[in-house]
DNA sequence: GCCAACGTTGGC
DNA sequence: GCCAACGTTGGC
C-alpha cells in the first residue's frame, strides 16, 4: 500500500466538500500536471490512502485523510468542452489525463499547518516541504506518514 | 498583491 | 534543440 498527499484550494474543492459529497467520495479530476499524472495513472491504487491538503489559503496544511477507491482512470473533464478541464489534445482511445476516485476518512480536530511540517527534522525529504513545490499529487513514505499522524 | 519557482509554448 | 516569453502555482 502506498502513501500520498494530495492538494485542493479550499475555495475550489476542501474537505468540507468531501464530507457532504454523495457517498463523502468525489472524482478528483483535473490534473493537468505530467508528474502528478504519472502517479495517479501508474501508482495510484484502490486502498492507498492520502492525505488532504488545504492550498493557497490563509493556513495551508494537511486537513484529513482520504483513501483512493478506484486506481487510476481516463478523466473524462478532458474530453468535455464545457469543463474548464477541458484538452483537446488527448482522445478517448489515447488518453493524456487521469484521475482517482477519493473517499472521506476522516477530518483533523486541527488543520495541521505547513509551517510545523517545514519545521520537523523527519519530513526535510517531504516534497511538499521543498522550494518550488508545486505538484498536486505527491507521495509520502510509510515513515513520513507515522510522523506526520503523530503530530 | 507580490514574487519566486517552475512548466509550457513557440520562434528560430 | 535552445531559450526567451509567458502563464500558473502557492507561500507569504
Keep these: 500500500m502506498n502513501y500520498w498527499l494530495i492538494k485542493s484550494e479550499p475555495t475550489t474543492y476542501s474537505i468540507d466538500n ?11 479530476e483535473g490534473v493537468r500536471n505530467y508528474q502528478a499524472r504519472n502517479f ?9 490512502k ?3 491538503y488545504h492550498s493557497n489559503c490563509e493556513v495551508p496544511g494537511i486537513v484529513g485523510i482520504v483513501e483512493i477507491v478506484k486506481s487510476g482512470y481516463p478523466d473524462p473533464s478532458a474530453f468535455d468542452p464545457e469543463s474548464k478541464y477541458f ?8 488518453p493524456r489525463w487521469f484521475m482517482v476516485d477519493v473517499k472521506f476518512i476522516e477530518k483533523f480536530k ?16 517531504l516534497r511538499l516541504v521543498k522550494p518550488g513545490n508545486r505538484l498536486s499529487v505527491l507521495p509520502v513514505s510509510a515513515k513520513e506518514w507515522e510522523v506526520i499522524l503523530s503530530l
Design 18 to 28: 468531501l464530507m457532504k459529497a454523495p457517498k463523502k467520495t468525489t472524482h478528483w
Design 40 to 48: 495517479l495513472r501508474d501508482q495510484m491504487k484502490k486502498g492507498d
Design 50 to 52: 492520502a492525505f488532504f
Design 87 to 94: 484538452d483537446p489534445t488527448g482522445t478517448r482511445e489515447n
Design 110 to 125: 486541527e488543520i495541521l499547518p505547513l509551517t510545523r511540517l517545514k519545521a520537523h527534522p523527519k519530513l526535510q525529504n
